[in-house]
C-alpha cells in the first residue's frame, strides 16, 4: 500500500506536520506566560510554563503506570480456553 493510498492522518508527512504544529503550539503557549499575569493558588503554580510541565509529567506518569498495569493484568493467550 503507497503512502497515497492511506488515510490522511497515518500518511508519515501528516504526522511529521502534526508535530511540528503541535510543538509550535506549545511553544507559543508556553511563551505567553511571558506576556500575562498569573494567579497563583498553590505556589509552585506560579512558576514559569508550570502546566507545560505538569502536564508532560503527568502524561508520562500515566504512561507508565499503564504499562505496568498492563503487565499485571496480562493473560496468556489460551486464558479463556481452558
Known amino acids: 500500500m503507497s503512502d497515497t493510498d492511506k488515510h490522511w492522518l497515518v500518511r ?3 504526522i511529521k506536520y502534526l508535530w511540528i504544529g503541535f510543538i509550535v503550539v506549545l511553544g507559543i503557549t ?9 494567579h497563583d493558588y498553590f505556589g509552585l503554580d506560579g512558576s514559569f ?27 496468556k493467550e489460551e486464558y479463556y480456553d481452558e
Do not use: N, P
Not at 49 to 72: D, E, Q, R, S
Open 30 to 38: 508556553i511563551l505567553a506566560e511571558l506576556f500575562i499575569h498569573k
Open 49 to 75: 510554563g508550570f502546566f507545560g510541565w505538569y502536564g508532560f509529567i503527568t502524561c508520562v506518569a500515566m504512561v507508565v503506570v499503564a504499562k505496568l498495569l498492563g503487565y499485571v493484568l496480562k493473560r
Open 12 to 14: 508519515a508527512k501528516t
